[in-house]
Structure formats: C-alpha cells, structure tokens
C-alpha cells in the first residue's frame, strides 16, 4: 500500500526557516516523481515544487525558487523541502504526492499528474 506522511510543519516568523519531510511507504522513491503543493485558505491547491529521486532533477514554482530546496534520501525513503527566508503568503497546508507514472518531472506541478497524497503538514509564518 502506497503512503506518504508528511511532517514538520509549523508556526515561525517571518524570515525563519522549517523543513518539511515526505516519508513513503510502499514504493521506492526512485520509481515515482514527488511533488510538494500547498492550499492556502480560500484558495486552490498549487505546485511548489517537485523531484524525481532517480536523476535529482528538481522543478520550483516561481514565488518559492532560490528559498525552497527539495531533496531525498533513499536509504530513508524520504524527501525534504528546506524552506528558507518563509514569507506570511507562505502560510499554507502543504502536502506531498507522488505521480505513480514513473520519475519523469515531465508533467512537472500539474496536480493531475499525482495520484497519490498525504495527509498535509501545517505551515503557519507570521509577520
């Protein structure tokens, strides 16, 4: 069974730092491509940022590149978002999901793509 668990979200000020974990289950990280959103309240669900584990190709929404950092762990079966310099309009529940297709980044942060998510992390950034 396919699982991803999401951790290390919460509240900091504005200009600190939070890095956030993607554990999967059930699948090796290099067989599928994983992907970070985020819902703000109000608002739909967008595409952080994404990572295929087998080349360490990475793809970053505009508003979070040179910020936000992806990286995994194989050995731990677990992805990361280093989140630097975090802005209120960070604010946001953010979730992990994996894209069972393959490693490929060739659909990038379309939502479509991802067909497995985890349960989401809070992240808070006061100003």
């Known amino acids: 069974e396919v699982q991803l668990v999401e951790s290390g979200g919460g509240l900091v000020q504005a200009g600190e730092s939070l890095r956030l974990s993607c554990t999967a289950s059930?699948?090796?990280?290099?067989?599928?491509?994983i992907g970070w959103f985020r819902q703000a309240p109000g608002k739909e669900r967008e595409g952080v940022s994404c990572?295929?584990?087998?080349?360490?190709?990475?793809v970053y929404e505009d508003s979070v590149r040179g910020r936000f950092t992806l990286s995994s762990d194989g050995a731990k079966n677990t992805v990361y978002l280093q989140m630097n310099s975090l802005k209120p309009e960070d604010t946001a529940v953010y979730y992990c999901?994996?894209?069972?297709?393959?490693?490929?980044?060739?659909?990038?942060?379309?939502?479509?793509?991802?067909?497995?998510w985890g349960q989401g992390t809070q992240v808070t950034v006061s100003s």
């Open positions: 999901a994996a894209n069972s297709a393959g490693p490929s980044l060739a659909y990038g942060l379309w939502r479509g793509s991802y067909d497995y």
């Open positions: 059930g699948f090796a990280l290099d067989d599928y491509a």
């Open positions: 990572i295929s584990s087998s080349d360490g190709s990475t």
